[in-house]
């Protein structure tokens, strides 16, 4: 086979007179112009197809973020209920834990029980709605909200699990209760006056006078100079006047399954000895008499004599 020519010689003859020009053209220059074209012809592809594709994105966008609104909206909601779900079953756990309290002064001989209540589920923690490190850009974002929405879901059905096996519990409650009112309206339940402010707990503590370790047999709710006081339970006056230099003017009630009542250091009484009260009835007023620093209610609930902590019946 010939040689391949290193060069091309191109004429050029011009119209109007006869001066031939000629143009010399080595092969390498023609093989470099020709892979610039062909480079030149690729990037405008790309250019072209990736302005496609943006155009393309640009037009589904809308229509993911409307779709990721809705989805933010729905999970909104369902949190919502979640966090409604969530209070309704505290106060409803708040209140079948104190009666729960109550019922641990069980005697069988005298039925002092409110009745039975099942273990409630072990509590589930919430869910992670984001893993670290996840997209939340465009079409991820959407498939991320997608997960959180299942998993929100899950907790909302975890939560109405919760909330039906409790109804039930307090159903069953209920259905006892009614069954045994008078042990209801006896059962001390109520705070014995307004005032929500506690100096003294039940328990050993130090005396005020003598700096000793003694036991308080009650609680001492602070509260202003004649705030009324009132029957806890219904029951009957048993006790009515002064009791003692320790306790001052006194109301004792009997409420009966074993079950006393003690009002100390009252300024005044508004019962007589062995008057009938209901829960919430008037006994007298807040007072400093007897061994008193100041003016203050103290409060005790005995079972057969001995002091428990009154706070274990107190509901409200």
Do not use: W
């Not at 708040?94 to 309290?101: M, P």
């Not at 670290?132 to 939560?159: C, H, I, Y």
């Amino acid at each position: 086979m010939p040689p391949k020519p290193d060069e091309f010689i191109i004429f050029i003859v011009p119209e109007r007179h006869h001066q031939v020009r000629r143009l010399r053209i080595k092969r390498r220059a023609i093989n470099r112009a020709v892979l610039l074209g062909l480079l030149g012809l690729s990037a405008l592809t790309f250019a072209i197809t990736h302005y496609l594709c943006t155009v393309a994105e640009a037009r589904r966008t809308p229509g993911l973020l409307m779709q990721n609104a809705a989805l933010a909206v729905r999970l909104g909601g369902l949190q919502e209920d979640i966090d409604r779900l969530d209070a309704a079953l505290r106060r409803i756990d708040t209140t079948t834990s104190r009666v729960r309290a109550i019922t641990q002064l069980n005697d069988p001989a005298r039925n002092l029980s409110l009745g039975p209540l099942r273990r409630e589920p072990a509590a589930r923690g919430a869910p992670v709605l984001y893993a670290p490190g996840e997209r939340t850009d465009s079409e991820d974002e959407v498939m991320d909200s997608k997960v959180a929405l299942r998993l929100v879901e899950e907790g909302l059905d975890a939560n109405r699990d919760h909330l039906a096996a409790t109804e039930q519990n307090v159903s069953q409650l209920t259905a006892y209760l009614d069954a045994h009112q008078s042990l209801l309206g006896t059962t001390p339940s109520v705070r014995p006056v307004a005032s929500h402010l506690i100096s003294g707990h039940f328990g050993p503590r130090k005396d005020p006078f003598t700096g000793h370790e003694v036991m308080h047999k009650g609680l001492d709710f602070l509260a202003d100079l004649g705030a009324e006081v009132f029957a806890p339970a219904d029951g009957r006056v048993i006790f009515c006047g002064p009791r003692g230099a320790g306790y001052g003017d006194t109301v004792v009630l009997d409420h009966g399954f074993g079950v006393q009542t003690v009002f100390a250091h009252l300024g005044a009484y508004a019962v007589h000895l062995g008057e009938l009260v209901l829960r919430g009835q008037r006994l007298g007023t807040v007072g400093h008499s007897g061994r008193s620093t100041g003016a203050h209610l103290h409060y005790e609930v005995r079972y057969n004599g001995l002091p428990f902590d009154p706070e274990r019946f107190i509901l409200d």
